[in-house]
């Protein structure tokens, strides 16, 4: 759904079952009782917290949701000891690595992983079309004032025949139809999210094939640098995982593209199944310092 302001090649990563199945025997048991303990937390000591850095849109939408943005502000209240990474495969590298870590990315390019495994949140595991997992967002484009000519064309294959590609790992948001593209010439520049970018780059290769004479740049950086970069009119698209801000809004149109879940994600040796939101909160708040005091 397109919402306009006031009156106005890269390999597409998938989740494999074997990923998103792995340990979820029992978790509805664990998520029923969670005053239950879980036996082996009490091995691996300190919580090892994973978090994406300022900026990413996938940091800001899993604060948001997770509950600990301060008040009145956008600021989320992450632990300041928090090991930061650039992008989900840093993440899945970081968890591997390290028996007590915990960590999140976009369930949509989680490369299945003997090292770590994925926890089902309040009981439900994340995976497309999954309405009741907690954790999901929406892909955004955004833009600055009318589209030329091969950007509109563009933005009328992804909302089409793109939602072909979109729904391979994603909950696509529009119906796949057939696509003729009118061929115009020229380069569109896309600047912003690491979880939206490849996805982008796999729909502009599949675009360029259909129109020859478009050229698109996808530059991965993050979703507030994509939003800022478009408002200063230095890229023609930018890619958010997260929700704009009203200001953002009122600047410039927008539009969803896709929906991903944010996936929370532990080291394989970790014996939890299942995390509650209010556990994610006050593990990524330091409340909870150590796995053994999870159900304390």
């Given amino acids: 759904m397109i919402r306009k302001k006031n009156g106005k090649g890269l390999l597409l990563l998938l989740i494999t079952g074997a990923l998103l199945m ?11 009782d969670t005053k239950q303990k879980v036996e082996g937390l ?4 300190q919580i090892g917290v994973i978090s994406r850095e300022e900026g990413s ?23 300041k000891d928090a090991k930061i990474a650039d992008d989900t ?10 028996r007590s870590a915990i960590g999140y990315g976009s369930a949509g390019i989680m490369v299945s992983d003997s090292q770590v495994k994925v926890l089902s949140v309040g009981g439900v595991e994340p995976g497309k079309n999954n309405a009741g997992y907690p954790l999901s967002r929406s892909f955004y484009l955004v833009w600055s004032g009318k589209l030329n000519d091969v950007e509109d064309d563009f933005m009328r294959y992804i909302r089409g025949a793109g939602q072909e590609i979109v ?11 057939s696509f003729l593209s009118l061929k ?5 520049t896309v600047t912003g999210s690491t979880s939206v970018g490849p996805l982008l780059e796999c729909l502009a290769e599949e675009y360029m094939k259909l129109n020859p004479k478009a050229v698109i740049t996808v530059k991965q950086t993050d979703s507030s640098d994509g939003i800022r970069q478009t408002m200063q009119g230095k890229c023609d698209l930018g890619m958010s995982s997260r929700d704009l801000k009203d200001n953002e809004k009122e600047i410039l149109d927008y539009e969803s593209i896709a929906r991903d879940e944010i996936a929370v ?32």
């Fill in 57 to 79: 849109g996938t940091r800001g939408t899993f604060a948001q949701l997770a509950g600990f943005v301060q008040e009145n502000t956008d600021k989320d209240q992450t632990v």
């Fill in 22 to 32: 792995t340990g979820s025997t029992g978790c509805s048991k664990q998520a029923a």
């Fill in 265 to 296: 994600i532990v080291n394989k040796e970790n014996p939890l199944e299942d995390i509650s939101l209010e556990q994610l909160e006050k593990i990524y708040t330091g409340k909870i310092k150590e796995w053994q005091k999870l159900y304390d």
């Fill in 167 to 177: 729904s391979q790992s994603y909950t696509a948001v529009g119906k796949q139809s």
């Fill in 184 to 188: 115009p010439k020229g380069k569109i």
């Fill in 89 to 98: 495969a840093s993440v899945l590298n970081m968890v591997g690595s390290d």
């Fill in 42 to 45: 009490d091995k691996l000591g």
